[in-house]
């Protein structure tokens, strides 16, 4: 629960090798990136693979008392799971970690990291605990069912403290009703929007979507150069010369923009005098506004040129403006460093609130 790869950073501080297990079926694109993000730090990555060498690599790490990091609500398919209650409702939780910790008699630790402000993450971590292992098969069922009992205890209070800050969604047309239903399927209901407008005001619209790229440079531009900022610090208003002088800018560029806010309704006009509207302030200084501007600015605008070949190509085309890969992720550690940091700005904004 949180966001795992923030306490691999924290967990940089710790003097003894730590191995994170990626138990979910992620691209070797992905892997590849998270083992740069974690490069030349006491941290290694160790993937699932069908050959079954991982479990040597988690015997060889637990027998030289190095710590071994793995989900404790996921589970790749085919491997052992135990139906439990959570929050009311049956779920299935893998017993990988639990099994492990048992035959190896190493201490077993819950650990979650959560997003407690704008920039503060919380390190929440169980004691240590060694569970007898037993003879018998039975009795070590009933070990790793009070194992499996201790970490739903412990992501049962999680999950109410912070239930914004767990991600476990399937991307396939269906969607896990997480609190209270996990793993339980629910297709969406997919009617949505109404037909009601007038004529007139449908063609309205559709003259918004026809200037919407070009109004979305304007607005990028009203910020970028500081126009609207420059209101936001003058609440009184200023007229044009006053604006073009100050960040020496021409009168006429200024004008355009300023005409283009006006139908943006970034601000506002009274005898001469611009004003920011509440509009223009988000614009302008809220953090959510500037990240998607950003993202799609410097990620996607010119990509997106290309996106009627890529829907019929069936791949990504517009990834070519910035190099030929099949993927992204591929891609991630290559971009132009303004594209990298709009990226992972838009990425950790999402996956870190």
């Not at 027998?63 to 439990?84: A, C, N, P």
């Not at 006429?252 to 004003?275: I, M, N, P």
């Not at 809220?286 to 997106?304: A, H, K, P, S, W």
Request: one cysteine or more; aromatic letters at 10%.
């Amino acid at each position: 629960l949180g966001n795992w790869e923030i306490a691999g950073q924290l967990l940089e501080r710790i003097d003894v090798p730590v191995n994170i297990v990626l138990v979910d079926n992620d691209r070797k694109e992905i892997k590849k990136v998270l083992a740069e993000t974690f490069n030349n730090k006491n941290i290694r990555i160790i993937s699932i693979e069908d050959d079954f060498s991982h479990l040597v690599k988690i015997q060889t790490a637990l027998e030289q008392k190095e710590w071994v990091v793995m989900h404790g609500d996921r589970f790749v398919s085919d491997s052992s799971t135990q139906t439990v209650d959570f929050l009311g409702k049956p779920a299935k939780f893998g017993i990988g970690a639990m099994y492990l910790a048992l035959t190896h008699q190493v201490p077993l630790v819950f650990v979650f990291t959560v997003k407690e402000r704008k920039k503060q993450y919380h390190f929440y971590a169980t004691g240590g605990k060694i569970y007898e292992q037993k003879k018998g098969r039975k009795e070590c069922r009933e070990q790793m069912n009070l194992m499996l009992k201790d970490y739903i205890s412990e992501l049962e209070k999680t999950v109410k403290k912070y239930p914004l800050q767990w991600f476990n969604i399937l991307c396939n047309g269906l969607i896990i009703l997480i609190i209270g239903k996990k793993n339980t399927q629910k297709k969406i209901d997919m009617t949505f929007g109404k037909d009601d407008k007038s004529a007139l005001q449908a063609k309205f619209d559709a003259q918004k979507i026809a200037f919407a790229p070009i109004m979305f440079q304007a607005a990028l531009a009203l910020r970028n150069l500081g126009i609207l900022e420059h209101l936001k610090k003058h609440k009184k208003g200023q007229k044009i010369a006053e604006i073009a002088e100050t960040l020496n800018l021409s009168v006429y560029g200024v004008k355009v923009l300023l005409e283009a806010g006006l139908s943006l309704e970034l601000v506002r006009l009274e005898h001469e005098t611009f004003f920011l509207t509440k509009t223009g302030w988000f614009i302008c200084s809220d953090e959510l506004t500037r990240i998607n501007m950003n993202f799609v600015q410097d990620v996607n605008y010119l990509g997106m040129f290309s996106l009627e070949d890529s829907i019929k190509e069936e791949r990504p085309t517009g990834l070519e403006v910035f190099g030929k890969w099949d993927t992204v992720y591929e891609a991630l550690s290559q971009l132009p460093p303004k594209v990298q940091k709009s990226w992972f700005e838009f990425d950790h904004y999402y996956s870190d609130c």
